[in-house]
């Protein structure tokens, strides 16, 4: 892998490392490519580990610093990775225009369910991975996200797979092709290893059922490292995400941005 678009930093209160510990580990470890997209500050609420909304300058200044530094040995990217939540949409677009941001990733934890914000963390029933579902779809009709970030995200929760989990993955396959927006296979589900959950034995995601849905498709596919810790930029976990998508014959590109 030669980029990558999903890094975590010290702000989100989280991870470890600063923007530049990044930078140094990716060039170390041969990326041509790094962007920044630590979990996004919401103006008016605060949805815990994630950056404060008065760090978010500090953090733009020093991503712009880091682009600076490395020219010319490395592209660096500024971008966050930020939940849809549909009342938020005049902010997804200031961030863009008025922040300078290059992108915003997806990363869709949070989301809308009977005008109640949930967290599809703690989803109670299978049914709710199609809430869930829905608002991604919603989200990538926008145009304010350039990629999906782990969209089987959902499968941590120890719920067997069903008709709704079929239905779910539908949705967001189908909205990816629609609108052209890449999927995200994150590595971070490799680093949290194989757990046992009552319909077997398996990683939290990225779940095979999910991606085997997208074979011989030409939806882009893109592996998200998900570091929250530098050595982990291109680890091991990364290379286990390179060899699924190699053995799902998957379209897996490594630019999503520009």
């Not at 989301?111 to 991975?129: C, H, L, P, R, V």
């Not at 939290?204 to 982990?232: A, M, T």
Request: proline share 4%; with cysteine; aromatic share 12%.
């Amino acid at each position: 892998m030669k980029a990558n678009y999903h890094t975590h930093t010290f702000r989100c209160f989280h991870a470890v490392g600063t923007e530049r510990d990044y930078t140094g580990a990716a060039v170390s470890l041969g990326l041509t490519t790094l962007g920044f997209s630590d979990h996004a500050p919401f103006p008016d609420k605060d949805f815990g580990l994630r950056m404060k909304y008065e760090d978010l300058p500090a953090y733009l200044k020093a991503a712009d610093e880091m682009k600076k530094e490395y020219e010319g040995r490395i592209s660096i990217f500024k971008g966050l990775e930020i939940e849809y939540l549909p009342q938020y949409n005049d902010y997804y677009k200031a961030l863009r225009s008025e922040y300078g941001l290059d992108y915003l990733l997806l990363g869709e934890h949070m989301y809308m369910s009977g005008g109640i914000i949930k967290n599809i963390f703690f989803a109670e029933k299978t049914s709710d991975y199609v809430c869930y579902a829905e608002n991604v779809a919603e989200a990538a009709a926008t145009g304010s996200f350039c990629c999906i970030a782990h969209p089987d995200i959902m499968m941590i929760n120890d719920l067997p797979w069903d008709k709704n989990c079929d239905k779910a993955s539908e949705i967001i396959i189908s909205a990816a092709e629609k609108y052209d927006i890449p999927l995200e296979m994150n590595a971070n589900g490799y680093r949290r290893g194989i757990h046992c959950y009552s319909d077997g034995e398996r990683f939290p995601y990225p779940d095979e059922r999910f991606w085997k849905l997208l074979c011989g498709s030409d939806i882009k596919v893109v592996i998200g490292s998900d570091c929250h810790v530098p050595e982990q930029v291109c680890d091991g976990a990364v290379s286990a995400a390179e060899k699924k998508c190699a053995e799902l014959k998957l379209n897996l590109t490594e630019q999503i941005i520009g």
